[in-house]
């Protein structure tokens, strides 16, 4: 794998297997969201494809998205790419599986709800932390009340808190945890369960049952509009990622 190479796929016996690998905890930037937008895409184009995992190298599933691609310059083409991922994942034509190990947090999170399935190792931790930046994330906005309910998705994402392995179960975050060295076994030996079956029933029953989330696709453009026009204005947006980015404390104006 060249330096410049993020993501990476295979497909075996009608199971894909495409792998975030950006080390050493697959910080998710511009270029890799290029990548994985193609990667997504030419995997979606094979018929011989009946079921993906998306799995990650490295130490952790996702960090989340590089806070350096949220400041003005480069959010208002990051958040459209990032989104046209998720919907793709989401849309993806037969079933997905995320396999979680060590933590999956802000976009990495969103990137394993837009999955039809998860597996996560018993010590991993999943959340939404933008709040703490005075951010949120649009995809987990509209699709963690669908997954968990509206209360169990408004505590996560107002407070910002991680969610255990366990959490994330009692939640429907996930399908099942496991050791973290089940993770994977776990998630291929359901992919290959579902590869066994028709890719013709399987692109419909998908279908089928994405009506019930129709309305978060639809709604996604104005979220993104909430976002690049209106949060992007406020002072405390940019106070929030200033204050990552140099490791101190924000200072809120709450305006």
Known sequence: M???????????????TLTL???PVNVIHIPMLEQLERTLA???GDRQVRTLIVRAAGKLF???VDVADHTADKVGDMIPLFDRVCRALAGFPVPTIAAVHGHALGGGCELVICCDLAYMAEDAKIG???IQ??????VA??????LSGYRAAADLMFTGRTLT???ALQTGLVNAVVPAAQVMPAAREKAQQIAAHSRAAMTLLKKALLHGYRDWAENLPLVERLYLDELMRTHDVNEGLQAFMQKRKPVWRHE
């Open 128 to 130: 939404q932390p933008e």
């Open 141 to 146: 906005a509209l699709r963690l009340p669908y």
């Open 62 to 64: 996702s960090a989340g």
């Open 42 to 44: 030419g995997l979606a």
């Open 2 to 16: 060249s330096a410049e190479q993020f993501i990476s796929a295979e497909v075996q016996d009608g199971v894909a």
């Open 165 to 167: 392995a366990a959490e």
């Open 21 to 23: 690998d950006r080390p």
């Open 133 to 138: 930046l005075a951010v949120f994330a649009p």
